[in-house]
T-cell receptor, first 114, second 114 residues
Framework: AQSVTQLDSQVPVFEEAPVELRCNYS??????LFWYVQYPNQGLQLLLK??????LVKGINGFEAEFNKSQTSFHLRKPSVHISDTAEYFC????????????FGTGTSLTVIP | KAGVTQTPRYLIKTRGQQVTLSCSPI?????VSWYQQTPGQGLQFLFE???????NKGNFPGRFSGRQFSNSRSEMNVSTLELGDSALYLC?????????????FGNGTRLTVT
């Protein structure tokens, strides 16, 4: 079975500072990894995904993530955050022979301080 | 292209009642998944449908059921509501049969059980 651990439940950071949101996963098979963002009263929006190829993936809104197979991690980074980045961020993993069963972390609440 | 549409946005029900939630996927998407989101448990997978067939099911009691119609629209039903069923219910659609197809989420239906 797959599982996802987001190591920080809350991350406060000052505007224009860099941020890293950590995600570790466990799986005995090849996985596909995703980061989603959720703004208040909305559904989840895809930020970026790792399916194969380059381990550094770039997403929307200036975010990027690096897949590290040896450390089973997929940390999300942004070099300079904005107030509008304040939201809940979810790491997700999918694997399996059939279907679209995704496993989500419990989320990291990012608060950008002016 | 229109996104995933969930109706209604808000519902208030009393214990013991039943409720039906509706989801219209993105045009062309044949897979529809349902998730329950609560502050304590995060996102929990309910079930996934593809071409009117349930492909995967999460660990929820039989009170939770769903179906998918030939136009890919999906409904989720919860019978004999309990207070613990209060949550944001998210529907997500995806293109394909493979587990590397990202999920596209609707804005959810917030169910409150009193």
């Amino acid at each position: 079975a797959q599982s996802v651990t987001q190591l920080d439940s809350q991350v406060p950071v000052f505007e224009e500072a860099p941020v890293e949101l950590r995600c570790n996963y466990s799986s005995s098979v090849s996985v596909y990894l995703f980061w989603y963002v959720q703004y208040p009263n909305q559904g989840l929006q895809l930020l970026l995904k790792y399916l194969s190829g380059s381990t550094l993936v770039k997403g929307i809104n200036g975010f990027e993530a690096e897949f590290n197979k040896s450390q089973t991690s997929f940390h999300l980074r942004k070099p300079s955050v904005h107030i509008s980045d304040t939201a809940e961020y979810f790491c997700a993993v999918s694997a399996g022979a059939t279907g679209n069963q995704f496993y989500f972390g419990t989320g990291t609440s990012l608060t950008v301080i002016p | 292209k229109a996104g995933v549409t969930q109706t209604p946005r808000y519902l208030i029900k009393t214990r013991g009642q039943q409720v039906t939630l509706s989801c219209s996927p993105i045009s062309g998407h044949r897979s529809v998944s349902w998730y329950q989101q609560t502050p304590g448990q995060g996102l929990q997978f309910l079930f996934e449908y593809f071409s009117e067939t349930q492909r995967n099911k999460g660990n929820f009691p039989g009170r939770f059921s769903g179906r998918q119609f030939s136009n890919s629209r999906s409904e989720m039903n919860v019978s004999t509501l309990e207070l613990g069923d209060s949550a944001l219910y998210l529907c997500a659609s995806s293109l394909g049969t493979a587990y590397n197809s990202p999920l596209h989420f609707g804005n959810g239906t917030r169910l409150t059980v009193t």
